[in-house]
């Protein structure tokens, strides 16, 4: 299937549900009153999704790449709040497993876009 538009994109599609996920942890309990942590966290996940639908509009593969890098390094820091929000209690651990899968996930299929662009 030929990507015609961003919201064609597996990598993009994943890294909405991400989000959603992270949105509905954060509103909760002693996360939400985190304010800090909850907007960089939320930050960082909306990063993945704008990247690459920002980097869907580039003129070229090469700066396309450039925009999966950098959704590659936003789901790397949704990984690393997660592991503040576990330290502080925030989240139980198997919310901590889930969300960190999940993110790995999506920069499974961002690492895998930027191969296929790139080839």
Known sequence: MAIKR???IEAW???RELT???YRLTAQGKFA???GLRDQIQRAAVSIMANV???FDSNSDDEFVRFLRYALRS???VQSHLYVAVDQQYISEENFNDLYKQATEVKKLISGFIRYLRS
Request: aromatic residues 12%.
């Open 33 to 35: 009153k985190d304010f």
């Open 13 to 15: 599609k994943a890294a």
């Open 75 to 77: 789901g790397t820091e």
């Open 20 to 22: 959603q996920a992270i």
């Open 6 to 8: 961003f919201e064609d």
């Open 53 to 55: 639908s920002e980097g």
